[in-house]
Each structure stands twice: as structure tokens, then as C-alpha cells.
T-cell receptor, first 113, second 113 residues
């Protein structure tokens, strides 16, 4: 079954710690994205990658970092610089960059204690 | 469970009735639109999409209507079932290749038995 796998589903972190959220896709999609979802708001774009070894900041990139060393993998690191990291994080991919249907993973819920 | 959707508008519908969920989109240049369904604690699932050269598109039990004059999108669900209970949100995009998908905040659909 093709799809996007995010892990872990739930993560707790102490203030001052960095955490990395995993995102793997076997859809052979070039483009991958990270979104943040907060109650009462639409999805907000953190980072996106058009192709391997390339990525760009989205609208709320401060306090986050990513890498794209392999086509199928796009991990997101939430650093201690992110002031309000508690949120639901969604990874997505699309066949073409910025066009067509976005396929989403099941999400990772990060809670900072 | 996931707290996304706590403060969203809610549509309550009797099981078996039709549901209509509305979305006002923001960019008059957008030419591709998607409806997603999101169940609590899960990632968004694609329901149906429509391009701006169409006014209406039908799927299985779902119909999307697009009114470009007033920048309005609606999702109609026929014979609503308990499994349809979820948050529904729209997304807009320009097919010219911008990375920017713009997401609505969503509507919670509650199906009453």
C-alpha cells in the first residue's frame, strides 16, 4: 500500500529539547511538505521540498529545520528555538511541486511539558 | 485525541439527510480546489477536487460546486451517514506551480442518529 508514514504519533518533550519527527513516503513523489495544525486555524506551511537535496522555508519556519537527503524521507526537527511547539504536525506529498492533490500522513502530536 | 476543531463551526445533520458544507476561498487566481475530511487524531483524507474550468463535479455520494463569481465552494454529501462525522476543510491552489496551498479552517459535521 502506497502512502505516507509519520512517526511517532505522540511525542512529549521537555522545554529546551530538540525533537525530530519522521516522515517517509513510498508514493515516488518529488514534493514533500510539513504543515502545522492548531485549533481553529487552517494548516500552516513550515517547510517544503521540491526535490531531493533542496528545501525552502514556508510561512512559519522559525524554530524548525528539515533535511531531504532521500526522495522518500523528509524529517522535521522542532528546535528549542520554537516558542510554541505544542501542535499537531502533518507531513504531505504531491506528485508535482505545488500542484495536484496533497497526500497526508496520519500526523504527529507534539506536546511540550 | 486531537484537539483540532474545538472552536470550529458545527453542522449537525440527521442521519440520512443531505449535508452542505461551505467554504469561501481567498484568491481569485486560484484554479484548483480540494475538499478534505479529517477524523479526530488522523491526517486529512482527500474527498474530491475540482478545477476552475468546471462548476460542478460529482463523486460517490459527494458533489462539489464552484462559484467563481463569489469565490465560493460547497461540498454536498448525500444520505449522510455516522461515518461522515468529521471536520471538513477546503484547500485552494494555483495550478501554475506555486507551492502555496491555502487551507480553510474547517467545519465540523456531526451526524445525529
Amino acid at each position: 500500500d502506497g502512502g505516507i508514514t509519520q512517526s511517532p504519533k505522540y511525542l512529549f518533550r521537555k522545554e529546551g529539547q530538540n525533537v525530530t519527527l519522521s516522515c517517509e513516503q513510498n508514493l515516488n513523489h518529488d514534493a514533500m511538505y510539513w504543515y502545522r495544525q492548531d485549533p481553529g486555524q487552517g494548516l500552516r506551511l513550515i517547510y517544503y521540498s521540491q526535490i531531493v537535496n533542496d528545501f525552502q522555508k514556508g510561512d512559519i519556519a522559525e524554530g524548525y529545520s528539515v533535511s531531504r537527503e532521500k526522495k522518500e524521507s523528509f524529517p522535521l526537527t522542532v528546535t528549542s528555538a520554537q516558542k510554541n511547539p505544542t501542535a499537531f504536525y502533518l507531513c504531505a506529498s504531491s506528485r508535482g511541486f505545488g500542484s495536484g492533490e496533497l497526500f497526508f500522513g496520519e500526523g504527529s502530536r507534539l506536546t511540550v511539558l | 485525541g486531537e484537539s483540532v476543531g474545538l472552536h470550529l463551526p458545527t453542522l449537525s445533520v440527521q442521519e440520512g439527510d443531505n449535508s452542505i458544507i461551505n467554504c469561501a476561498y481567498s484568491n481569485s487566481a486560484s484554479d484548483y480546489f480540494i475538499w478534505y475530511k479529517q477524523e479526530s487524531g488522523k491526517g486529512p483524507q482527500f474527498i474530491i477536487d475540482i478545477r476552475s474550468n468546471m462548476d460542478k463535479r460529482q463523486g460517490q455520494r459527494v458533489t462539489v460546486l464552484l462559484n467563481k463569481t463569489v469565490k465560493h465552494l460547497s461540498l454536498q454529501i448525500a444520505a449522510t451517514q455516522p461515518g461522515d462525522s468529521a471536520v471538513y476543510f477546503c484547500a485552494e491552489n494555483r495550478a501554475s506551480g506555486t507551492y502555496k496551498y491555502i487551507f480553510g479552517t474547517g467545519t465540523r459535521l456531526k451526524v445525529l442518529a
